[in-house]
C-alpha cells in the first residue's frame, strides 16, 4: 500500500534525460556560435 515503483521513476528520469541532454547539448552550442559570429 502506498509503495512508490523505485524503477519506473528512474526509467522516466532516465529517458528523459536522454532526450533532454542532446538537446541542451545543440541549444549551447548555437548560443556559442551566435555569440562569436
Known amino acids: 500500500m502506498g509503495e512508490i515503483a523505485w524503477v ?5 528520469i532516465t529517458s ?3 532526450i533532454a541532454a ?3 547539448v545543440c ?3 548555437v548560443i556559442k556560435r551566435k555569440k562569436y559570429t
Not at 8 to 12: E, H, I
Open 22 to 24: 542532446p538537446v541542451a
Open 27 to 29: 541549444i549551447a552550442v
Open 8 to 12: 519506473d521513476v528512474f526509467f522516466q
Open 16 to 18: 528523459f534525460v536522454m
